[in-house]
């Protein structure tokens, strides 16, 4: 078994970076990986701190997230968000840069037909959350690590009767090939070596309504979740695993061998 693609995703909810490397931290979590959020101004928890997604503008309520393409500069802390090809938004994360990024995103969502915004002003104003350094905003706050095969992605897309399902629904840190299908799923509570990384596979990844939005048109095609549950029977729709990793951490890339201990 070998990796086949590594992502990250610099903003929670948005579009994902396609990389070749990932640095896993000392502590587990992917650098580079959901260091920004958009949060409505109307959340329990204010700062910085980590809070749940819906307490955001991410897939899960505004599937129209799924037609932009974002580019993260995590040197300079500039963002780029455009929208088949027009540019909707291009700053630095500076205090004017972040006011004009969250009114520029605002501006989109709502002219979407589906929001989180509309009938819900008090949502407003939205803000840019994170330091662009640290990751913070994955959907757990233990900040896992991700990963699916795509034999799993296979089996699924044969039962939905999709044969171009996209991986890119399922927003996974890392992609393998050379399991079996659901093979992962095996894994919790088990030790994987990932190129020179030791991981714990922790649990089984729950899905939400995100996995329904069409990474391309930003429509809701296809019910994924009851997909789910009749390709891969369990009591919850799952696919995918969360992992933690042991310290130090280390690098992982494309072709690294993926092997599991007892």
């Avoid at 994902?16 to 260091?35: N, S, Y």
């Avoid at 407003?124 to 690590?145: C, E, K, M, S, W």
């Avoid at 090939?177 to 991981?199: H, L, M, P, S, Y």
Wanted: charged residues 25%; proline residues 5%.
């Amino acid at each position: 078994m070998r990796i086949a693609a590594l992502y990250r995703y610099p903003v929670k909810g948005f579009t994902p970076e396609e990389c070749e490397t990932l640095c896993i931290l000392d502590g587990g979590r992917v650098a580079g990986d959901r260091v920004l959020g958009v949060r409505f101004g109307n959340a329990a928890i204010s700062g910085e701190a980590w809070g749940t997604k819906h307490e955001f503008v991410a897939l899960v309520n505004t599937p129209g997230l799924a037609r932009l393409e974002l580019r993260f500069d995590h040197k300079k802390f500039r963002l780029r968000i455009t929208s088949r090809n027009e540019v909707i938004v291009d700053e630095k994360l500076d205090d004017g840069g972040r006011t004009r990024i969250a009114a520029a995103i605002e501006d989109y969502v709502l002219h979407l037909a589906e929001n989180p915004l509309s009938s819900h002003p008090n949502r407003l104003p939205l803000h840019i959350v994170g330091d662009g350094i640290t990751p913070r905003y994955q959907d757990d706050q233990a900040g896992f690590v991700t990963l699916h095969s795509r034999e799993s992605l296979a089996a699924l897309a044969s039962t939905a009767n999709s044969p171009d399902l996209s991986e890119h629904r399922f927003r996974s840190n890392i992609a393998i090939e050379g399991a079996e299908a659901w093979e992962e799923q095996t894994w919790v509570g088990r030790q994987i070596r990932i190129g020179d990384v030791d991981f714990e596979a922790v649990s089984p990844k729950g899905r939400c309504l995100a996995t329904h939005a069409n990474p391309l048109t930003g429509e809701r095609d296809l019910p994924v979740m009851k997909i789910l549950l009749k390709a891969f029977a369990r009591e919850k729709p799952t696919f995918a695993i969360a992992m933690t990793a042991r310290s130090p951490g280390g690098m992982i890339h494309i072709g690294d061998k993926v092997t599991v201990y007892a």
